[in-house]
């Protein structure tokens, strides 16, 4: 079987892999695209999926410069101009018109997202699709990586990029360790209606059994995002229609009013993972088989998508042949520095908001009622949040 040639081999095609191809095959770079399955080739025209992500003003930015944004069903993405959080008595309000921003994020569904990058590549001459199928195993070389998929085939590239999610078969292959903290909690995720429209609050309260989120829809509905303890979250899925939406309005005073109904209910478990390393060689990671962090402050995507856009900044005066430590070297201490400031941030607060009794929400109360009367800290978070600040890659600031 004839070997194939690449300059960037990308495993794992979802929202974060995708963008990375695009972005490094418009730098003229050569890239496969490895995944076990490949998408319908169709964007979502039903009810809206339960998988949904919250998107920032630089995420949105990196998905213009890779195409996706421009194929996506924008009227499928819920967007909000303000963000309200509340933990005991106080609560903080963010408006993006405050901070020279017309939105502070979008909630879109995760299949939509990627199908509409995978959409884009389809279009894109330097990328070679090669799906579905799996990398059986992989050499890596002082100048080349060597690759054998599961069929067989045999492939050749400068770089090999591990997005295969957060059980990455390349990570563990390659020998990189892995930090976990398992919460023993579950995030319960459904789409509700609520008594008025939630026409574009992201809405968050700190309740007694773990942080609750409901965030706007382009119909009018919120998808919620309910941190719960196992066994608790086994519970809410076992209760009916009626019970559930009772139990929800027992913890949530949003400005939309009571849940009247809601859909179908799905429990995801909660850990939060950190790869040791980035690089092993000729491999970088990116996305969820980089990190992954409690949903709580919705930033998963966004640093996926960040990981995107840093490595092809760092790769923009890399060439096929040339040495690629360097660049590399400066991906890891860039992503890593990232993961931890962003990551260790929500793990902290996740923390202290399980604290016995209501000490935990009642500092985060005192803290969010400080941080309401200090412009700069509010303008410092919210450009933060946003992936606008100094340290996030130069496509989501437009530099």
Same mark, same amino acid.
């Given at each position: 079987?004839?070997?194939?040639?690449?300059?960037?081999?990308?495993?794992?095609?979802?929202?974060?892999?995708?963008?990375?191809?695009?972005?490094?095959?418009?730098?003229?770079?050569?890239?496969?695209?490895?995944?076990?399955?490949?998408?319908?080739?169709?964007?979502?025209?039903?009810?809206?999926?339960?998988?949904?992500?919250?998107?920032?003003?630089?995420?949105?930015?990196?998905?213009?410069?890779?195409?996706?944004?421009?194929?996506?069903?924008?009227?499928?993405?819920?967007?909000?101009?303000?963000?309200?959080?509340?933990?005991?008595?106080?609560?903080?309000?963010?408006?993006?018109?405050?901070?020279?921003?017309?939105?502070?994020?979008?909630?879109?569904?995760?299949?939509?997202?990627?199908?509409?990058?995978?959409?884009?590549?389809?279009?894109?001459?330097?990328?070679?699709?090669?799906?579905?199928?799996?990398?059986?195993?992989?050499?890596?070389?002082?100048?080349?990586?060597?690759?054998?998929?599961?069929?067989?085939?045999?492939?050749?590239?400068?770089?090999?990029?591990?997005?295969?999610?957060?059980?990455?078969?390349?990570?563990?292959?390659?020998?990189?360790?892995?930090?976990?903290?398992?919460?023993?909690?579950?995030?319960?995720?459904?789409?509700?209606?609520?008594?008025?429209?939630?026409?574009?609050?992201?809405?968050? =309260?700190?309740?007694? #059994? &773990?942080? /609750? !989120? @409901? $965030?706007?829809? +382009?119909?009018?509905?919120?998808?919620?995002?309910?941190? %719960?303890?196992?066994?608790?979250?086994?519970?809410?899925?076992?209760?009916?229609?009626?019970?559930?939406?009772?139990?929800?309005?027992?913890?949530?005073?949003?400005?939309?009013?009571?849940?009247?109904?809601?859909?179908?209910?799905?429990?995801?478990?909660?850990?939060?993972?950190?790869? =040791?390393?980035?690089? #092993? &060689?000729? /491999? !970088? @990671? $990116?996305?969820? +088989?980089?990190?992954?962090?409690?949903?709580?402050?919705? %930033?998963?995507?966004?640093?996926?998508?960040?990981?995107?856009?840093?490595?092809?900044?760092?790769?923009?005066?890399?060439?096929?042949?040339?040495?690629?430590?360097?660049?590399?070297?400066?991906?890891?201490?860039?992503?890593?520095?990232?993961?931890?400031?962003?990551?260790?941030?929500?793990?902290?607060?996740?923390?202290?908001?399980?604290?016995?009794?209501?000490?935990?929400?009642?500092?985060?109360?005192?803290?969010?009622?400080?941080?309401?009367?200090?412009?700069?800290?509010?303008?410092?978070?919210?450009?933060?949040?946003?992936?606008?600040?100094?340290?996030?890659?130069?496509?989501?600031?437009?530099?």
């Amino acid at each position: 079987m004839k070997r194939i040639e690449f300059d960037v081999v990308i495993c794992g095609g979802g929202a974060a892999g995708a963008a990375a191809a695009a972005l490094l095959a418009a730098q003229d770079l050569r890239v496969g695209l490895i995944d076990a399955r490949r998408p319908s080739g169709k964007l979502p025209d039903g009810d809206f999926d339960p998988r949904v992500v919250a998107l920032s003003p630089g995420s949105q930015r990196i998905l213009k410069a890779s195409g996706g944004w421009e194929v996506f069903d924008t009227t499928r993405a819920g967007r909000y101009a303000s963000m309200q959080v509340c933990a005991g008595s106080q609560s903080i309000t963010f408006r993006a018109s405050e901070h020279g921003l017309e939105q502070l994020g979008w909630i879109v569904e995760v299949p939509a997202l990627q199908q509409a990058l995978w959409n884009t590549l389809a279009h894109q001459p330097q990328v070679q699709i090669l799906a579905p199928s799996r990398i059986a195993g992989f050499d890596s070389g002082r100048d080349r990586v060597r690759i054998e998929l599961d069929n067989g085939q045999v492939l050749r590239t400068g770089l090999l990029v591990g997005a295969d999610g957060a059980r990455s078969g390349l990570r563990r292959q390659a020998g990189i360790g892995v930090d976990e903290w398992h919460y023993n909690q579950k995030a319960l995720v459904t789409h509700v209606k609520t008594g008025q429209r939630n026409n574009g609050v992201a809405w968050q =309260r700190f309740t007694e #059994h &773990g942080p /609750l !989120a @409901l $965030l706007p829809l +382009a119909d009018g509905r919120s998808s919620i995002v309910w941190s %719960q303890p196992e066994a608790r979250a086994a519970d809410l899925l076992a209760m009916n229609e009626e019970e559930f939406v009772a139990e929800l309005n027992l913890h949530q005073d949003s400005p939309f009013g009571p849940v009247v109904s809601c859909g179908p209910r799905y429990a995801l478990p909660l850990i939060r993972r950190k790869a =040791r390393s980035l690089v #092993h &060689g000729r /491999l !970088a @990671l $990116l996305g969820d +088989a980089a990190r992954t962090v409690h949903p709580l402050a919705g %930033q998963g995507m966004n640093l996926g998508l960040a990981d995107a856009a840093a490595l092809a900044e760092v790769l923009a005066d890399w060439r096929p042949g040339q040495a690629i430590d360097q660049h590399l070297n400066r991906y890891q201490r860039w992503r890593l520095s990232a993961s931890e400031v962003i990551g260790g941030g929500i793990h902290a607060i996740n923390e202290l908001a399980h604290s016995p009794g209501n000490i935990g929400r009642g500092l985060l109360g005192v803290g969010f009622g400080a941080a309401a009367l200090l412009w700069p800290l509010r303008e410092a978070f919210v450009i933060r949040a946003c992936g606008l600040d100094s340290d996030s890659p130069k496509l989501a600031r437009n530099a």
